[in-house]
């Protein structure tokens, strides 16, 4: 297989007592998609903050195109490329769609001052990939509809050429009409060579859209494997129960409650 | 090349919504000048025709000031969720410690002690504010907390500096600050500088979009506007030159406050809406978790703004001691109740997000002139209070009668 775009080894998270991510490791290609899955406080959003720079791993290693990277903060990521579209979108409600698009990264003029015609412009261009009949370019964001909002979200992670995009339930808060809209987004970024990593509670879409799948239970991996090689049942049973296909117990996996 | 928005066709529906929505904007802004007028309209006839007089104009450009000079650094203030009450007290000490460097630290009436006294001042403001600043960002202590000590403490702090005497008097260069003015020549050339900024900046504007492929307003619109605020540039010049010195014929021209609240007033302008800081703050105020996630760093965004205000606050202290001629320690008492007041007349929201500088200045001038004008009719101050009261809380109900309308 070809060199991984990123690579996490052994990934460890504590906040105070509690250990959030313990020896968590995943990695993620080119073009590829991976449906990261677990219960409420599984770990999952913990381990993909250490990723978008949200959170510093407490130990372990992130590779980028196997180079050991740093990643201390969110715009170390997004300087290797690594967007994250959070699950309330992060949006500045007040701001236009360009402002959020550009948020913390505007153009600025030779002497020092915003661009806003440059950054209208280019949000015009990227807007146009996603979202055609888009029109409210004017607006603050808190106008808009909840699917053109997360087209807003989406157009800042590509904007500036993500190569890895995180999405934190990226249908949560949508229509089944905005939610195949960004369905066909997914497939869209995936022909592009990007590799997006997918929060996601609902089975359906993980099927539908990933290519491999990865499950976290009580902050510790549970398994990972091709989409096709499982079902929905058996994915159940290891959100729920952390119990593999073939009937044992991932490690670590069982407590003394559970047992 | 990509095709852009202005290639396709506009049809006339998409154009006149769009029309509708550029006036909308504006339409809070629009209804507070008419405000203005509506009030400067009613005092004139009231006052039997003194009010509108180039004197009292010219007089109730140097009583607002003060109030607007603070309100456009207060509006980036609210904007970013925060509030400042220690403006008044700082302003009073400040004053003193400005006072003291004229009068006991350097020679007094010595050549440089005027300049080196401001800078001195606006350099101990924006510390000042700056350290409130930091204990808000860096601790998360609420701003209303950290000021309202600022409130106690300033005051207190310009008590210890001269045991609570009054500095008097100034140095007399100095005191061109508080009622000084340029004269009739200087008064067209700023009218005139100011003009040409404004006509450069829009010319660049619509160049820039023009050249991005944007759709721009018909020239003979532009013009008609750019013309509009020449003649009101026009006008302003005019009138503060209509006020002459006694028994001469010589306009006494723009007042050097209100120059300096001019010049405050555009850079400030220009800083909210044009650079970075401005964005960060409009965004930190409408969403402080998306302006951490977007890799900003809110922790300075916030301490630069009280230092902002700081410095702001020195140039008040400036303005208001040089007009007395003195350094009380009871200079601007309430103060900060006045400009929290403008800026939200001004149609800023203490939710945070929303709020602009043009708008807090109008406010300002609002209160201003009710005040000028009761003053004019022999209001005595109780009632006064009583009505600016009423008036706060009507343009505050205005505002969320808006709001709703508008979602």
Redesign the interface.
Known sequence: MSQPLVEMNNIHKRFGGIHAVEDMSLELHPGEVVGLLGHNGAGKSTFIKMLS??YQVDSGEILIDGQPVQIR???DA?ELGIE?I?Q?L??????DTA?NIF????I?TPW???????M??AA??VM?RLNPQF?K???PVSNLSGGQRQSVAIARALQFNARIIIMDEPTAALGPHETQMVADLIKALKKEGIAIVMISHDLHDVFDLSDRIAVMKNGRHVWTGATTETDKDQVLQMVILGKLPDGSYAPGILTSEDA | M?R??AERPVSVG?RLR?VS??VQMDTRLLAMIGAVVAIWAFFEIASGGIFLSPRNLWNLSVQTSVTALLATGMVLIIVSRNIDLSIGSLLAFLGILGGFVQTEVLPLEGTHSWWISILVMIGAGALAGGMQGWLIARFAIPAFVVTLGGLMFWRGAGWLFTQGRTVTPLDTTYSVFGGGSIGESWSWVVGATGFALLALLTAW?RQ??KA???QVKPASVELAIVAAVGALIAAFVATMNGYDFPRTEDGRGIPVPVLILIVVAAVMI?VA????F??YI??????P????????NTRRVVITSFALIGALTAIGAVISTARLNAAPLSIGNLLELQVIAAAVIGGTSLSG??GTILGALIGALLMQSLQNGMVLLGVQSAPQQMIMAGVLIFAVWFDVIYQKRRV
């Open positions: 720079g949200a903060n969110p715009i997004k994250t959070y309330t992060a949006l500045a409600d007040n701001l402002a948020f913390g990264r505007e600025l020092g001052a915003l661009d806003e015609p440059a209208e412009h015009i261009g146009k029109r370019f004017h607006d | 990509e852009t928005a998409e769009q929505q550029s504007k820039r979009r991005l492929g944007f220009y809406n044009m650079t970075r401005g964005r409009y965004g930190y105020g409408g969403n978790e998306a302006a951490q996630l977007a890799g900003v997000g929303t």
